[in-house]
């Protein structure tokens, strides 16, 4: 079963950037997106950015404009990079692929960060 692994996540002080990856473990078939969600402290967890297969991209609102997410398919990774980082962008940031298939549902284990004002 595939496996997704983040990294990248840190502390950075307001307006800086962070790149954040995601490796999956092995190739992935039946592929129907790629994303980044967020939870943070006492909320729900939320969708941040999402790549579909066929390369087609959606945003939240919220980080359109600083976020950009991408994917190299070689190496079943996807990026993302944030910029102009506000202290509302602090959270634990999830890697998620959605597939066609079992599991059909796969999450990473989370990487944190964190904005300071």
């Known amino acids: 079963q595939v496996q997704l692994v983040e990294s990248g996540g840190g502390l950075v002080q307001a307006g800086g950037s962070l790149r954040l990856s995601c490796a999956a473990s092995?190739?992935?078939?039946?592929?129907?997106?790629m994303g980044w969600y967020r939870q943070a402290p006492g909320k729900q967890r939320e969708l941040v950015a999402v790549?579909?297969?066929?390369?087609?991209?959606k945003y939240a609102d919220s980080v359109k404009a600083r976020f950009t997410i991408s994917r190299d398919n070689a190496k079943n990774e996807v990026y993302l990079r944030m910029s102009s980082l506000k202290s509302e962008d602090t959270a634990v940031y999830y890697c998620n692929v959605q597939l066609y298939s079992s599991p059909y549902d796969v999450w990473g284990q989370g990487t944190q960060v964190t904005v300071s004002s």
């Open positions: 790549i579909f297969s066929g390369g087609s991209t």
């Open positions: 092995e190739s992935i078939f039946s592929l129907i997106s």
